[in-house]
């Protein structure tokens, strides 16, 4: 069927109309024609600001087992940490980059497990003036081995927060054993440790480097065996050395054997002799990456330079890595015996700035943490005042709006002709007169 053209709305009236107004005008004086809102109508909306939103926080989870740390945990204070004032609420400048702040450790804090330790993460780099938090800490419970497997829902947040930005940096405590802190005698710890020399328990690391690799954190850095030197925890190497470093050779060569994987081994004893030299339990440079290190302010008493200068401390941790051509790197430190200690904390930032640690995270919980713990707000006043705004990334310069042009008599007058004319003509009409203002 052909199709009639309908001249009811697109008639010829329009083409008349435009004639016959330009007649009358070009009688009153000069005329000029332009095109009015020939601007796409995406350009004349102003841009705004690229700020994106804080992702969302999932409901609080507690793992099956008891934090590994140092000492044992005390409750965190029932008020929010993120309440307590600021010194100067007044807007703090951003500071520019400079090739000396691109050096200093990337930094970040243990918050809590899971959601709601990255949930803090939030509230700490405000209470720090918008300081970058780029380290993420957590650890698998040791308590079974389908927990050190690493369960999915337990991990998803923290891969989300990784993924959520490129140079971010996520820090896994992992345990050799299950029961770990069981209080297992010796004598069960070294069959244990044979064990896995002999290649018994590798199917659970796979099955933890399988799901880091499926839930894209691929570069995930894994503190394996932590304080290992010690007597805590139950894959501690003191019950046989030689067993030990044959377990944790087993398990790195087993999890690099996972196709995706980038993961990087914290070599992670605590400071001092404990029950074994730490350098006795290292397992070689081929399978470790990072040469880390717990470092409290402990025993009671002892000075910050004794804590450099003792067998086995802060100098020789620094110089065994020098030699071994490895990073470094403080997984755990903080305050500890000798109370709210202004002084440690002072000399311990200073530290780690100075040997460019690749990063550090604080224990923030009492007795140790400065934000999330009221006891120490000396310490507190020198962790915020060294690290505030630090890394803070540069906020996005505004979209200037474009002008708005007044319409009308100022420029000229818009003439409304109908779609179909202002489609052939290629825009709407706007008189310009020239010719209305007499001479004097």
Known sequence: ?????????????????????????????????????????????????????????????????????????????????????????????????????????????????????????????????????RVGHTYLPGDRWSNIEGSPTFLDSWAKWRRDRDDRLFVLNVPMLERNEAHIPDAAVRTLLRQGAAGDFDRHFRVLAERLVALRVPDTVVVLGWEMNGITYTHRCGPDPTAWKAYWKRIVTTMRAVPGQKFRFDFAPTRGLDAVPWTDCYPGDDVVDILGMDAYDQPSGKSFDEQVSEPYG???????????????????????????????MRRMLAW???????????????????????????AAQVY?????????????????????????????????????????LGGRLCLRFHAWERPS
């Open 314 to 344: 802060l100098q020789r941790h620094v110089d065994f890595a020098a030699e071994h051509k490895k990073p470094i790197s403080y997984p755990e430190w903080g305050l500890f015996r000798n109370g709210d200690n202004p002084e440690y």
């Open 1 to 133: 069927m052909v199709r009639k053209r309908r001249w009811t709305r697109y008639g010829r009236l329009p083409l008349v109309a435009v004639g016959a107004v330009l007649a009358a005008v070009t009688a009153a004086g000069t005329v000029s024609i332009e095109r009015a809102d020939a601007t796409p109508r995406a350009e004349r909306i102003p841009a705004a600001a690229n700020v994106p939103a804080p992702p969302p926080v999932d409901a609080p989870q507690t793992p099956a087992a008891t934090p590994p740390v140092t000492a044992p945990p005390s409750p965190v204070p029932s008020a929010d940490p993120s309440a307590v004032p600021s010194a100067d609420p007044s807007p703090v400048p951003v500071p520019t980059a400079s090739a000396e702040a691109a050096t200093l450790p990337a930094f970040g804090a243990y918050l809590d497990y899971g959601p709601l330790g990255v949930a803090r993460m939030t509230k700490l780099s405000d209470w720090l003036d918008g300081a970058d938090l």
């Open 384 to 424: 915020r005042t060294v690290l505030s705004g630090r890394d803070r990334p540069a906020l996005p310069l505004p979209v200037p709006a474009r002008p708005v042009e007044p319409a009308g008599p100022p420029k000229c007058s818009p003439v409304r002709l109908g779609d179909w004319a202002e489609r052939v």
């Open 352 to 378: 780690m700035d100075e040997h460019k640690a690749v990063y550090n995270t604080l224990t923030d919980y009492c007795p140790h943490g400065v934000w999330q713990c009221r006891q120490n707000p000396r």
